[in-house]
């Protein structure tokens, strides 16, 4: 019975420090917040809708080029250059929107999104 109440209470202290461990502030992160001004890190392929994002990441998978193409004469993908620089418009797990500086709104991996200073 001792030994299920230590391991309880060791237990619920890491969950303590875990928890308070984990809320750092998001300012000192690389990961840009909605509205913030960001810069690729990578060269890739955006997309115009989320649909065409999952149509993207099918074609880079399957090493695709002429699907890919395919996706590019039809406007619902656009190679984006690493440096490009634009504004976050929508932040998510696998995917980000961001609005480039030539006006184009495209959904981008978000491990190539990084702030801009």
Same mark, same amino acid.
């Given at each position: %019975?001792?030994?299920l109440k230590y391991l309880l209470s060791l237990l619920t202290f890491l969950v303590f420090v875990l928890a308070a461990g984990g809320s750092?502030?998001?300012s000192s992160s690389n990961t840009?917040?909605?509205g913030e001004m960001c810069k690729m890190t990578h060269s890739c392929f955006g997309a115009v809708s989320e649909d065409a994002y999952d149509e993207v990441i099918k074609c880079c998978n399957a090493k695709d080029d002429v699907? %890919?193409?395919q996706l590019v004469s039809l406007g619902l993908a656009a190679p984006v250059n690493e440096g490009?620089?634009?504004k976050v418009l929508e932040?998510?797990?696998l995917k980000t929107q961001v609005r480039?500086?030539?006006g184009v709104a495209?959904?981008?991996p978000t491990d190539y999104v990084q702030k801009w200073e």
């Open positions: %019975m001792k030994k750092d502030d998001s840009p917040q909605v699907g %890919m193409a490009e620089q634009g932040l998510g797990f480039f500086d030539n495209l959904y981008v």
